[in-house]
């Protein structure tokens, strides 16, 4: 049975104090007994001298020392006296008769300890009257004198010490204890509190909060230890809520994330990454560490099993099924890494359209340049007659006007692509704007012959940008005057809405566009004809930018040809 820190404490001052106090009674009681023996001896030794000086006195030429027994009465009746010469033979003894009968007493403990010193003492059972006695004996020159007193009780009491002082021990020994008792137990409460506070922390239970602990050091302590455990819970909570606000992050983000052990033992997979997982290995898989065995992270292990020390980066493209994929490594200090897969399939096609469409500008600014330094080399050069000089200067009229309408659809298809928050949006009513692009259209429909009929609900109204809604509807009806032909009729009307969109149909009744062509229709300068757009001074961009302002406003639109001929065009935009 293990004991508590109270028993313990208690236990050890019991043992220490128990020692203390027996060792104090024990050389006290050795104190008292050698002082009460030292008196008992002082007062046989001034038996030993009263003898002494009367044998002095009294002495007899024929060395009789039958008158000490006038001594011996007026001494303690119990005391024993004898007499012994310097050869040990008895010349005298208080209790024996006949001293011939009493052996050579040289050899007793206490005769030869006077022989060699000023007084000798025993304690021994006499030979000649079989009783015990405590012997005390002088040398004087010539003869012992040796008295002795019997061992009794009165005499050993008489030598033994004081049991007061032993009471007085045991009652402070007492008190001592109870004081070790009140102590301990209040270092048990402490150490006990402190092993609860300990013990919740371990089960990571809550400290109550009317905990207190007593006002000595262990309180102390415990006092900083719940401080620092308050603090450390604040900052695990802190922690668990970054990692909580971490992992919302990894599993709502379009990037794939899988963080590694320094032994390529998954930590930490987003469903991003199990998925892209599944479309590079082509088959369905939850297993992440079978990665390294496919041909798509083939450069990502060379790169951490031969990186230096300083290289922590490494990228790689992969493609499968349509997509691009980058697939990056970063290693960490403690050697542990991550894997991300992020789709770049839009980057890179956004990357290749803008690539494109550089090349396509160059492409189409390089004719109406090239045309307009012609006709202003030709007049600068040349002498000509007013009719060709005003020849050559319409036409390089038209060269500017075409390189400006270039320019400015250029400019605002990139707007709508990379700022769309710099249009403003306003409330537009559709029929007045149509209106207006009636009266703009008016002198290019007359010119060939068109019909326009417009049928819109006259109090129609969206919130967009009014020039960009202009725009939808002046490039689709620049595309029917341009390209259907001559005689035809061109039909704007809305044609139903709900709550959030209006749905329109803009056609014409021309040639139509071949269904092989209809896909591509919408794409950034692809001609139906390498030369239509140049020969009617278009840009190219018309329909790339009627889309991309339907798409601004949240809308959709498709292309179709018609049954009874012609192109259509089916719309949507958002109320």
Request: with cysteine; aromatic share 10%; charged share 25%.
């Amino acid at each position: 049975m293990k004991l508590n820190y109270k028993q313990r404490i208690f236990g050890f001052m019991l043992i220490l104090f128990a020692i203390f106090s027996i060792c104090i009674i024990i050389s006290e009681q050795k104190q008292e007994k050698k002082y009460r023996t030292e008196a008992l001896e002082s007062k046989l030794d001034g038996y030993v001298e009263i003898i002494h000086q009367y044998i002095a006195l009294n002495q007899s030429g024929d060395g009789n020392l039958a008158h000490v027994d006038e001594l011996i009465k007026i001494l303690p009746q119990d005391i024993r006296v004898t007499i012994i010469n310097g050869e040990g033979n008895v010349l005298y003894d208080k209790d024996v008769s006949d001293l011939k009968t009493l052996d050579n007493h040289l050899s007793r403990p206490e005769v030869r300890k006077a022989q060699y010193q000023d007084f000798g003492t025993n304690i021994r059972m006499s030979s000649s009257t079989q009783h015990e006695y405590l012997y005390y004996a002088k040398y004087f020159q010539t003869y012992f004198i040796r008295v002795a007193l019997p061992y009794n009780v009165e005499t050993q009491s008489s030598l033994q010490a004081d049991n007061l002082f032993i009471y007085i021990v045991i009652i402070l020994f007492i008190i001592i204890l109870i004081l070790v008792n009140i102590a301990a137990t209040r270092f048990e409460n402490s150490i006990t509190k402190l092993k609860d506070f300990t013990s919740r922390i371990k089960t990571g239970k809550p400290l109550p909060e009317d905990t207190k602990f007593p006002d000595d050091e262990l309180g102390d302590i415990s006092k900083e230890l719940v401080h620092i455990f308050n603090e450390i819970e604040n900052s695990k909570r802190n922690v668990e809520i970054e990692r909580e606000k971490l992992i919302q992050h990894f599993q709502y983000s379009e990037v794939g994330l899988c963080i590694f052990t320094s032994d390529f033992q998954k930590i930490y997979a987003n469903t991003h990454f199990i998925q892209f997982l599944n479309l590079i290995a082509n088959r369905p898989t939850f297993d992440v560490n079978s990665l390294f065995e496919n041909e798509a992270f083939k450069p990502i292990l060379q790169f951490l099993n031969t990186r230096r020390k300083d290289q922590n980066y490494s990228a790689s493209q992969y493609e499968v099924g349509g997509k691009i994929l980058s697939i990056q490594v970063i290693v960490f200090d403690d050697k542990s890494f991550e894997i991300t897969i992020r789709d770049i399939t839009r980057i890179e096609k956004n990357r290749l359209l803008k690539q494109e469409m550089t090349n396509n500008i160059a492409h189409e600014l390089r004719t109406p340049v090239t045309s307009l330094r012609g006709y202003l080399e030709t007049l600068n050069e040349q002498h000509l007659p007013e009719d060709k000089q005003a020849f050559f200067i319409s036409r390089a009229y038209l060269q500017s006007i075409r390189l400006s309408n270039l320019i400015e659809d250029v400019s605002l298809i990139s707007k709508i692509e990379e700022a769309p928050a710099q249009f403003v949006m306003e409330q537009v009513n559709l029929s007045l704007l149509l209106d207006e692009l009636r009266i703009d259209m008016a002198s290019k429909l007359k010119d060939n012959n068109i019909a326009l009929s417009i049928s819109v609900d006259k109090d129609l109204v969206i919130h967009g940008n009014y020039t960009l809604l202009y725009s939808i509807f002046r490039n689709l009806m620049d595309n029917s005057v341009n390209y259907a032909g001559a005689n035809i009729e061109i039909h704007i009307n809305n044609y139903m809405q709900d709550d959030k969109y209006v749905y329109f149909s803009f056609y014409d009744t021309g040639v139509g566009v071949g269904e092989q062509y209809l896909g591509r229709l919408f794409e950034r300068f692809y001609r139906v004809n390498e030369g239509r757009t140049r020969d009617s001074g278009g840009s190219g961009l018309g329909l790339s930018i009627v889309k991309n302002a339907v798409l601004l406003h949240k809308g959709e639109i498709q292309v179709k040809n018609r049954l009874d001929g012609g192109l259509e065009f089916l719309f949507s935009l958002m109320k």
